[in-house]
């Protein structure tokens, strides 16, 4: 909803401040006193192109600001892009220079222009000739007769299963896409698993087999090096008065003594001489236990490069890492060619969901068919007051070959104009007046009474253009009926429309050395003044100034 809107340099307006009311605000003033200007400045608000003519002339810009009330959604978006609310209002501010670009604001937030574009569609309606329809496209015709049908739960839930849908065939394709690699996986890994239950790998066997190779490829050598130990330790070889035992018991004697630090060290040396004992038994083991295997060193040999060539072809980095493999190749065979492996899954996944999606299209379906009708009825109702008897609006549902994610068919809203001439597109073969009547009793006929935290705004510009007498009271009293749920912002020349507001602003202008335009909300005296004006061009006329008092009394009536 907006709260006010403040317009400076804009055309023949130097600086007005509209304050709009909640319900029914009409504008109104001679031609040429800026009508249209205030209409300009609501379009750049909303994010509209901005033309540098407009700008006042001998003035370097023009700004304009608004205040909006605005739903939570909204709020989060102004947020996100680094702006905020004053006092639970949004601030909309766009300057346009003489030269040069414009600049654009939400929030106190310098945003880009597209921005102000995105929000319009949540802030404000405007019906008029020159602007683009809100319902001329297929996704704006179908959420309204969804809205009208009540049907947005079961939309939410038949996107829901669509989108679940969507995604299963998905997967279900790319599994089925990659068949014939999966099929290729399984013979690899059954080769795999055959050559390891033949090779039957042990953790740890090739470093084992590594030093057992070792070992024999070097019998004499390390013969040899334990034999020279074993005599220095023990004492059986050449200069046996020097081995190892016989000098450190030697030297661990000569420390007996009675002084109580070497005779720690004397027991140090009692311990050397065991440890040096057991050594000597385990290098004399060594010794026996070697023994020159020519054909155990090959068999070693060739179970190494048998671990080995399995590692390679297997791509395993290591041959100790071939009993993992094996597992999780076990693991990974039984997932494929397992019984409930995950085509026949998905295939089944795929199976309910389409049955769940077809059985949400038929509900849609349904609502949508009745809420056509009732919709038709409704409108074609309004229009016949609106002095477009014969006319008719069509709710065409046209079915697609297979569901959609929006449904099984396609919504389509088509006017006849009259009964000889066939149904057309909205916006198609009919006058701007026309259009916006069309739209107003669209807009009355899905009007809802609900109570909302944020009442939706509506701007019509020349919904009352061809009409005028009874026509005329009717389209006030609808424009009436729908600021019940709405806030109605409507531009008009009819007096009859006009008696029917809550709030009354008077565009005026004041010619002297430049003209100047000023935007006030008008009452009482005034406003019988500027209603009897637009009966009969004069203001000052008795009988026009009767006629305007009688128009404000009835319109108070028929509200």
């Known amino acids: 909803m907006i709260e006010e809107i403040s317009i400076e340099n804009l055309g023949v307006i130097a600086s007005a401040r509209l304050e709009l009311g909640a319900g029914f605000t009409v504008i109104t003033g001679e031609t040429g006193a800026g009508k249209t200007m205030v209409l300009t400045g609501l379009d750049l608000l909303l994010g509209g192109r901005g033309d540098p003519a407009v700008v006042r002339s001998g003035t370097d810009r023009a700004v304009v600001e608004g205040t909006f009330v605005v739903s939570d959604d909204v709020a989060r978006r102004v947020e996100d892009a680094g702006g905020s609310l004053d006092d639970d209002a949004l601030l909309l501010a766009r300057s346009l220079p003489a030269k040069g670009r414009s600049r654009s604001f939400a929030g106190g937030r310098s945003v880009p222009q597209a921005f102000l574009s995105d929000l319009a569609a949540d802030l404000v309606t405007v019906h008029g000739q020159s602007d683009q329809l809100r319902l001329r496209s297929p996704a704006r015709q179908r959420a309204l007769l969804d809205a009208f049908a009540g049907a947005v739960p079961v939309l939410a839930e038949y996107r829901d299963t669509w ?45 084992a087999l590594r030093t057992e190779a070792e070992r024999l490829g070097n019998v004499e050598e390390l013969r040899q090096a334990a034999g020279r130990a074993y005599a220095a330790l ?15 018991d030697v030297a661990r004697r000569a420390l007996e003594v009675s002084d109580p630090e070497l005779a720690a060290l004397s027991g140090r040396l009692a311990e050397v001489s065991y440890l040096l004992a057991d050594i000597g038994t385990d290098v004399a083991a060594f010794l026996t236990s070697l023994e020159a295997d020519p054909d155990r060193l090959q068999t070693a040999h060739e179970r190494r490069a048998a671990l080995r060539d399995a590692a390679l072809r297997l791509g395993v980095e290591h041959p100790d890492a071939l009993a993992e493999w094996s597992s999780a190749a076990a693991a990974r065979l039984a997932e494929i060619d397992g019984p409930n492996d995950g085509g026949a899954a998905l295939r089944e996944e795929l199976a309910e969901l389409t049955a769940a999606l077809g059985a949400r299209a038929e509900q849609l379906t349904a609502a949508r068919t009745e809420a056509a009708a009732r919709l038709s009825e409704a409108v074609d109702a309004e229009l016949a007051g609106l002095a477009m008897a014969g006319a008719h609006l069509a709710v065409g549902l046209d079915p697609l070959p297979e569901p959609g994610p929006w449904g099984a068919e396609t919504v389509s809203l088509l006017l006849q104009p009259r009964p000889d001439s066939p149904p057309r597109p909205l916006g198609d073969g009919a006058s701007g007046g026309e259009l916006s009547r069309v739209m107003l009793a669209l807009e009355v006929a899905v009007a809802s009474p609900e109570a909302s935290t944020v009442r939706p705004t509506f701007v019509f510009d020349e919904v009352d253009a061809g009409v005028g007498g009874r026509a005329a009271i009717e389209v006030g009293r609808r424009l009436a009926g729908l600021a019940r749920v709405a806030q109605v912002v409507v531009v008009t020349h009819l007096p009859q429309v006009a008696a029917f507001a809550d709030t009354h602003l008077l565009v005026s202008k004041s010619i002297g050395a430049t003209t100047i335009t000023d935007v006030r909300a008008i009452s009482g005296t005034e406003r019988e003044q500027e209603l009897a004006r637009m009966l009969s061009g004069q203001e000052d006329s008795d009988v026009a100034r009767r006629h305007a008092a009688e128009l404000l009394d009835r319109a108070v009536v028929a509200r």
């Open 163 to 207: 989108q679940r849908l969507t995604e299963a065939r998905a997967r279900l394709e790319e599994w089925q896409a990659r068949s014939d690699e999966r099929l290729g996986e399984a013979a690899r890994l059954r080769a795999g698993l055959e050559l390891l239950e033949a090779l039957d790998p042990q953790p740890g066997e090739d470093d």
């Open 234 to 248: 023990a004492g059986t070889g050449d200069g046996a008065e020097l081995d190892a035992s016989v000098l450190v």
